[in-house]
């Protein structure tokens, strides 16, 4: 019988948390704010939960209806990491997203939380860590989303544009560094 590991619910916590990037989201969610208004928190961070934590349980089969194991599913999640990554650190958008013109559950908690890099990275981590210390690691990271969600004016006052630039920066390298490792703990290299 497998228990809590507070070190796997650690570094599921904190890879969770850079691929959300909910910090480096701030710019996003201040813009949607000021297009229309209040932004749900409760709802938005609640449908991220149920989405993040149903494709955790969901995903395995998903992907064996159509042929791949979760190692393949890895390697090929190791690559969004990456790109993701250079995104966040380079400051150039790869992926596009539109901009919505109402705030519900879909602008926010999907796709900006969980999104394809986050689902990816929740099949990924599958392979290496206990399903239970990853639901414990997405209930920390909705939890997070929703205080930044609930106080996004109060941080943009206290980052300030260079304060999130920042950090934006640093989780990029951090995820670069996950990217690797996933990438050469699935390839066995």
């Known amino acids: 019988m497998s228990y809590f590991n507070i070190q ?7 890879i969770l948390f850079a691929i959300i990037d909910v910090l480096g ?19 938005a961070s609640l449908a991220a939960l149920v989405l993040m934590v149903g494709f ?7 992907l ?9 599913f890895a390697i090929a999640g190791s690559l969004v990491i990456f790109i993701i990554a250079m995104e966040m650190i380079l400051g ?30 929740l099949l990924s981590l599958k392979s290496q860590y206990e399903t239970q210390n990853i639901v ?10 929703y205080l930044v969600l609930k106080n996004v004016k109060w941080l943009e006052k206290l980052l300030g544009p260079t304060g999130v630039n920042i950090l934006r ?21």
């Open 25 to 43: 989201t701030i710019p996003v969610i201040i813009e949607l704010r000021k297009r229309v208004g209040h932004i749900q928190s409760e709802k």
């Open 169 to 189: 920066k640093a989780f990029g390298v951090i995820l670069l560094a996950i990217a690797i490792k996933l990438f050469r703990s699935n390839t066995h290299l």
């Open 56 to 62: 955790l349980f969901a995903g395995e089969g998903i």
């Open 136 to 145: 414990v690691g997405i209930v920390l990271n909705t939890t997070v989303v």
């Open 8 to 14: 796997q619910i650690i570094s599921v916590t904190m």
């Open 64 to 72: 064996k209806v159509i042929g791949l194991d979760i190692a393949s």
């Open 92 to 121: 150039i958008n790869l992926f596009k997203e539109e901009m919505p013109t109402t705030v519900s559950i879909v602008p926010i908690a999907f796709p900006l939380v969980a999104g394809a890099g986050t689902m990816t990275t």
